[in-house]
């Protein structure tokens, strides 16, 4: 799997739109972006993931630069209860099944 | 309900001791995964399961075992616990023919003394 760079953490205003980046340079061609969150040792939850086309769910949206070696997570209006760890995640849908989660950046949404 | 459900959450037990963890999902998804995080680290993966016939070892799964009972449900067993296996513990579920998302049960806090 494609190594990933992300801040190590992020604040936010509250009602304000949060973008985490996530730098990921060695993509390979096959390779999905998928974004995870974990709250305060919850089990992570999945976000969104996309290939080279932005994407949109009822979550946030996911742009990916058109060489692809970068993107960034937007959660439009960031409410306190999206204060988490983010983990932007590049592998592969077949041949390989772990989730390599890395460090991620731990997103601070201030009252 | 939960739809990713584990038991127990959390368990103190002590070395040596046979441990079994329970998961349990109603999203009708055929993979399972059996996950290990350590504080200030990334989740590990110990197992994973395609169907009730298919067993795979994941990157750690040394002093672990694991039954697929059923089709929603997966259960890791610690045969003799030692202490670095103390960690918080996740099952997680994904569909066939998705884009393999994964969705995470609530975890299992697991203390060995």
């Known amino acids: 799997d494609a190594k990933t760079t992300q801040p190590p953490s992020m604040d936010c205003a509250e009602g304000r739109a949060a973008n985490l980046p996530c730098n990921h340079s060695t993509i390979s061609g096959n390779e999905y972006v998928y974004w995870y969150r974990q709250i305060h040792s919850q089990g992570p939850q999945y976000i969104i993931h996309?290939?080279?086309n932005n994407e949109t769910n009822e979550m946030a949206s996911l742009i990916i630069t058109e060489d692809r070696k970068s993107s960034t997570l937007i959660l439009p209006h960031a409410t306190l209860r999206d204060t988490a760890v983010y983990y932007c995640?590049?592998?592969?849908?077949?041949?390989?099944?772990?989730?390599?989660f890395g460090t991620g950046t731990r997103l601070t949404i201030i009252p | 309900d939960a739809d990713v459900t584990q038991t127990p959450r959390n368990r103190i037990t002590k070395t040596g001791k046979r441990i079994m963890l329970e998961c349990s999902q109603t999203?009708?998804?055929?993979?399972m995964y059996w996950y290990r995080q350590d504080p200030g680290l990334g989740l590990r993966l110990i197992y994973y399961s395609f169907d009730v016939k298919d067993i795979n070892k994941g990157e750690i799964s040394d002093g672990y075992s694991v039954s697929r009972q059923a089709q929603a449900k997966f259960s890791l067993s610690l045969e003799s616990a030692i202490p670095n296996q103390t960690a918080l513990y996740f099952c997680a579920t994904s569909p066939i023919g998705g884009y393999n998302e994964q969705f995470f049960g609530p975890g299992t806090r697991l203390t060995v003394l």
């Open positions: 996309g290939l080279k």
């Open positions: 999203k009708g998804h055929d993979r």
């Open positions: 995640i590049v592998r592969a849908i077949f041949g390989n099944e772990k989730l390599t």
